[in-house]
């Protein structure tokens, strides 16, 4: 309704921010299981993301490095509107597919490593679920001592089954959480055809060839993806500064960018804000969904994306998105979301 009818044009135009980052995890052909691929928002084709670049640039952004957008911010420099491209994790598919891309047209870019996804010790516990109930027609798993079983016949079961599994995981406390996933790799990891071994990761070797290549910044991301807020502090902070020590032994550059995993309100809100600022890190980006107003700059740690989403591959949502309309009306009052 928005797009087509244009309604997003007569809103304010400071909605529309100063800048946008945009939040990309993985970028791959589509799946083969169409029907049942709950992961697929965290996915885009290599076409969607040629074609979004090509789209930015016909309306007037200017595509920046994460470097360039901090020093823009700060520094008040909002002669025209900017994007930066980030992707999250350190999938071997950013090597793969969209390296090239950006390669090709010149486009700086940013990928927040989490080093325990490179190291082979992070768990994809979300991936290991997908494939679980993929290949099986039943899953049964014991959350908090109590069994519990899920229908997996058909596509819808499936899709429900995977959906009540992940945000029941999601929502628990971080022990409990870890045991719960202990059982879901015990019964179905080598079922699923997934072992630790057999990992989407990119290699050291391919993040440093891209580094060598001047277009991408390196952001930490910790070191075993787990959601911050349900850490200690002590804890969180050692997943911060290890994940950059670590990508500092590696790689050879010292992170100055931190992502907050999962990203929403629930995984990351002040005090891990107030934590990355004390840690030194110049920016942190969460996943709270918006574009960057010039009231950010007093919340670097708290930046919002948007999301190039999996479930959204047309130009209309690009254009939509970019001009902060539905971020804007689904605030409401609040101009901020930084807590």
């Not at 959350?143 to 058909?154: I, W």
């Not at 055809?193 to 910790?222: C, F, K, Y």
């Amino acid at each position: 309704m928005l797009y087509y009818s244009s309604a997003f044009r007569a809103l304010p135009k400071s909605m529309r921010g100063v800048g946008v980052l945009l939040t990309l995890h993985r970028v791959r052909p589509p799946s083969d299981h169409r029907d049942f691929a709950p992961n697929r928002i965290l996915e885009i084709t290599p076409a969607f993301l040629e074609a979004t670049i090509l789209q930015i640039k016909q309306m007037g952004y200017r595509i920046v490095s994460l470097d360039e957008f901090h020093k823009r911010l700060i520094e008040r420099n909002f002669s025209e509107p900017y994007v930066s491209f980030t992707l999250d994790d350190g999938y071997a598919d950013n090597y793969v597919h969209a390296f090239p891309i950006f390669r090709k047209h010149e486009i700086p870019f940013t990928i927040y490593v989490c080093t325990g996804l490179i190291d082979g010790s992070a768990r994809l516990w979300w991936r290991v679920l997908e494939e679980a109930v993929l290949t099986e027609e039943q899953i049964q798993l014991v959350f908090d001592g109590r069994s519990q079983s899920f229908e997996t016949n058909t596509a819808g079961q499936k899709n429900s089954a995977f959906h009540e599994i992940y945000w029941t995981l999601r929502r628990m406390p971080h022990d409990t959480q870890m045991a719960a996933i202990d059982e879901l790799e015990r019964r179905y990891v080598t079922k699923a055809a997934v072992p630790r071994g057999n990992s989407p990761a990119a290699s050291w070797q391919m993040l440093s060839e891209m580094l060598d290549s001047g277009l991408l910044t390196i952001g930490a991301h910790t070191i075993t993806h787990d959601a911050l807020s349900k850490l200690p502090e002590l804890r969180v902070r050692e997943e911060m500064a290890g994940s950059r020590n670590r990508l500092e032994e590696k790689l050879g550059t010292t992170p100055k960018h931190f992502a907050y995993p999962y990203g929403d309100a629930a995984s990351a809100s002040r005090r891990e804000f107030e934590i990355a600022k004390s840690l030194g890190f110049v920016t942190a980006v969460t996943t709270r969904k918006g574009v960057v107003l010039q009231d950010h700059i007093e919340h670097l740690h708290a930046l919002p994306r948007v999301s190039l989403n999996g479930d959204y591959q047309q130009s209309r949502y690009v254009t939509l998105f970019l001009s902060g309309a539905p971020f804007y009306l689904a605030r409401g009052l609040r101009r901020l979301d930084v807590n």
